[in-house]
């Protein structure tokens, strides 16, 4: 029996969960090139070269796994670690630039 069309919805699948993350790291480390170091002090955070270098590192396998063939063990990675940037870190260093007395 043959079914080829099964490989190329696994392909499909694979090339759409990489765009997917690959989105979240552009996003993820353009969000992080915007805040000042400081604000990853204050909110007791790891430092903004840490993530700058997670979330960059995260884009770059993404990528370079894109242009090769999808891994979802490498994609598996690089969106946790972008997620845990988005989910944790972002929230707690946005609510630092906003100041002590604002809402």
Do not use: H
């Not at 996003?27 to 992080?32: I, N």
Request: proline residues 5%; positive net charge.
């Amino acid at each position: 029996m043959d079914i080829p069309w099964v490989f190329y919805l696994v392909r499909f699948i694979d090339i759409a969960l990489a765009l997917v993350v690959a989105g979240l790291a552009v996003w993820a480390f353009v969000d992080c090139l915007t805040k000042a170091p400081v604000q990853f002090q204050r909110a007791f955070k790891r430092t903004k070269g840490f993530w700058l270098a997670l979330t960059g590192g995260s884009l770059a396998f993404t990528v370079f796994t894109l242009l090769l063939r999808p891994s979802l063990f490498v994609l598996l990675i690089a969106g946790t670690a972008v997620g845990v940037y988005l989910a944790d870190v972002r929230p707690a260093v946005g609510l630092e630039s906003k100041g002590p007395n604002s809402w």
